[in-house]
Structure formats: structure tokens, C-alpha cells
């Protein structure tokens, strides 16, 4: 089992431009997550996956829209980004309810 | 609205010391605790959580943490400490009884062990 995997691993976008997230989880877990970790602020959730085709708004959802429309995927899209979305994003996924919450590698993203 | 404060953001230790890693939390109704850790350049895992029980939980690599709910306290504890523990570890908090299993982050504790 590949687990939870993230692609890309590294990017570096100019202010405006866009991009999408993917995350990919091979565990048929239900629940998905997306969060963005920044130096001294922890893990902040941006959004988040009860289920295919449901999605719902975590603690900083402004600037970013997810989709899931296969249970195994889920991705983030940055319409506009913006320096401030400089962070490490990371993906996680579990089985219903669960607490046991199993992290991807992280991607990082640079906004220049 | 939980949240969760890790009491410091960095721990240095000597090789073979033992350590504390304090975190308190604060919730109106009853909780789940974990701990998670990060490796460098790594993703979280585990390391333990405690969701009822005994209030003494061991986790993975020797970690335990005690849950005192007067406290409202959740500290990790390690006796020994190795080169390899060196990471930045993570409280997490979520509330019972909830359809989406959310976790509520500290900001991290990094722990540098030293020859």
C-alpha cells in the first residue's frame, strides 16, 4: 500500500496564477482532509471530505476550493494564488469514524 | 471552541535524558488527545491517543502521556531519549460525538536531541 501520496511535491507559482493539489489515498478510507502548515501556526484545516461528492469548510477555507469526486482523490485548487498561500499542505485521510488520521509527504508551495 | 496550547515550541535534551512535552487544552465538553509526530521533511503519524480509559497511555518508540482532566493537561513523556527522536511533535484535540472527526492542532513542539 502506497498510503496517503501528494502530488506535486514541490511548486513555485507567480502571484495569480493557479494550480491544483492532488491527493491520493489507496486505504478506502471515507474522510479527507486538507490542512497548511506554517512555521509557529501548527496545522490549520482548509477543507475537508465526509465522503465522495461532499465536501465541507475547515478553520481557513478562504482562497482555496476542493473537489471529491472519487472516494481515493481528493484535490485542493488555488484559483488566484497569493503570497500569503506560501505553506506546506498536507493531506490526510481516515476511516469513518475514526480519529487515527494518516498524513501524505506534504506538498510545498511557494507564491512569488 | 476547543483549542490546544503546546507550552514550548522548542526542547533541546542530551542524548539519554528524559523529557516532557506539556500541552494543555481547553474545551467546554469532553475530548479526545493525541500526539502526533513529524520527522524532517516527513508527514504526522501517530504516536498514541487517549479516548477513554486509563488516563496513562502509551504510544510508539517508548512514548507515553498521562491525561489529567482537572489540569486539562495531556503531557508526553519519554524516560530515555534518542538522536532519532528528533522531531517536531504535535498535540491534537477533537470533541466526541461529532460527524466529521476534525482535529484541533497545537502549534508543534520541536525536540532536538544531542549527542
Known amino acids: 500500500n502506497a498510503g496517503v501520496t501528494q502530488t506535486p511535491k514541490f511548486r513555485v507559482l507567480k502571484t495569480g496564477q493557479s494550480m491544483t493539489l492532488l491527493c491520493a489515498q489507496d486505504m478506502n478510507h471515507e474522510y479527507m482532509y486538507w490542512y497548511r502548515q506554517d512555521p509557529g501556526m501548527g496545522l490549520r484545516l482548509i477543507h475537508y471530505?465526509?465522503?465522495?461528492?461532499?465536501?465541507a469548510k475547515g478553520e481557513v477555507p478562504d482562497g482555496y476550493n476542493v473537489s471529491r469526486l472519487k472516494k481515493q482523490n481528493f484535490l485542493l485548487g488555488l484559483e488566484s494564488a497569493a503570497p500569503s498561500q506560501t505553506s506546506v499542505y498536507f493531506c490526510?485521510?481516515?476511516?469513518?469514524?475514526?480519529?487515527?488520521?494518516?498524513f501524505g509527504p506534504g506538498t510545498r508551495l511557494t507564491v512569488t | 471552541a476547543q483549542s490546544v496550547t503546546q507550552l514550548d515550541s522548542q526542547v533541546p535534551v542530551f542524548e539519554e535524558a528524559p523529557v516532557e512535552l506539556r500541552c494543555n487544552y481547553s474545551s467546554s465538553v469532553s475530548v479526545y488527545l493525541f500526539w502526533y509526530v513529524q520527522y524532517p521533511n516527513q508527514g504526522l503519524q501517530l504516536l498514541l491517543k487517549?479516548?477513554?480509559?486509563?488516563?496513562l497511555v502509551k504510544g510508539i518508540n517508548g512514548f507515553e502521556a498521562e491525561f489529567n482532566k482537572s489540569q486539562t493537561s495531556f503531557h508526553l513523556r519519554k524516560p530515555s531519549v534518542h538522536i532519532s527522536d528528533t522531531a517536531e511533535y504535535f498535540c491534537a484535540v477533537s470533541e466526541p460525538g461529532g460527524s466529521n472527526y476534525k482535529l484541533t492542532f497545537g502549534k508543534g513542539t520541536l525536540l532536538t536531541v544531542n549527542p
Open positions: 490526510a485521510s481516515s476511516r469513518a469514524n475514526s480519529y487515527e488520521q494518516y
Open positions: 471530505s465526509v465522503g465522495e461528492g461532499t465536501t
Open positions: 487517549y479516548l477513554s480509559g486509563s488516563t
